[in-house]
Structures are given as structure tokens and as C-alpha cells.
């Protein structure tokens, strides 16, 4: 079965730090660009940031120097640093897997942030 499957979410205050997680099945693991997207109600989902097999990574202007992505090939898993936390931040954040045409999303999870 491919499956994303997303941990770490919950409610911190502003100025806090989070760790994201997410763990991947039934994929050739190191063949994807990783993702974390985000999307709050009204809003469009937004790239928050995405790492390649090899390690090259690219961040979404709102959280560029806060966040942080990293990815373990031997485990399959991808994980955001949040940090400086902003009320702006709150926002559903899905795990994302990219192969060409072929993209996975996870359920998501949800990070709050009290002002």
C-alpha cells in the first residue's frame, strides 16, 4: 500500500518551535521529491517546502529562515522543523511525495498557533 503518514501536529504558541513527521510506504523512497504543503480554510495550499532525493531543498517565501526539511532515505521518512512560530502559520500541513506525473499526499495534520 502507498501511504503518507503525517505526526508532530498540535497547538503551540507564537514564537514556539514543532516537529513535523512523515513516513512513507510502497514507494521507492529516494526516486521522489518530499513536500510539506499547507493549507488554511479559505486559502490555497501553499509549497511550505520540498527536499529532492539528494538533499537540494527550496522554501516557500513565508517561512524561508524559520523552517526547516531533512529527509532519512533509510527510514523513508521527512521531517519539518517549525520554528518562530506565527499565528499565520496555522494551517492543515500535508507530507508530500512527487515523482513526475505521480503525486501522493498524506491526511494531514493540524498545527495551531495562539497568538
Known amino acids: 500500500q502507498v501511504q503518507l503518514v503525517e505526526s508532530g501536529g498540535g497547538l503551540v504558541q507564537a514564537g514556539g518551535s514543532l516537529r513535523l513527521s512523515c513516513e512513507a510506504s510502497?514507494?521507492?523512497?529516494?526516486?521522489?521529491?518530499m513536500g510539506w504543503y499547507r493549507q488554511a480554510p479559505g486559502k490555497q495550499r501553499e509549497l511550505v517546502a520540498r527536499i529532492s532525493g539528494g538533499g537540494i531543498t527550496n522554501y516557500g517565501d513565508s517561512v524561508k529562515g524559520r523552517f526547516t526539511i531533512s529527509r532519512d532515505n533509510a527510514k523513508n521518512t521527512v521531517t519539518l522543523q517549525l520554528s518562530s512560530l506565527k499565528p499565520a502559520d496555522t494551517a492543515v500541513y500535508y507530507c508530500?511525495?512527487?515523482?513526475?506525473?505521480?503525486?501522493?499526499w498524506g491526511q494531514g495534520t493540524q498545527v495551531t498557533v495562539s497568538s
Open positions: 508530500n511525495a512527487l515523482r513526475g506525473t505521480t503525486n501522493i
Open positions: 510502497g514507494i521507492t523512497f529516494i526516486t521522489f521529491v
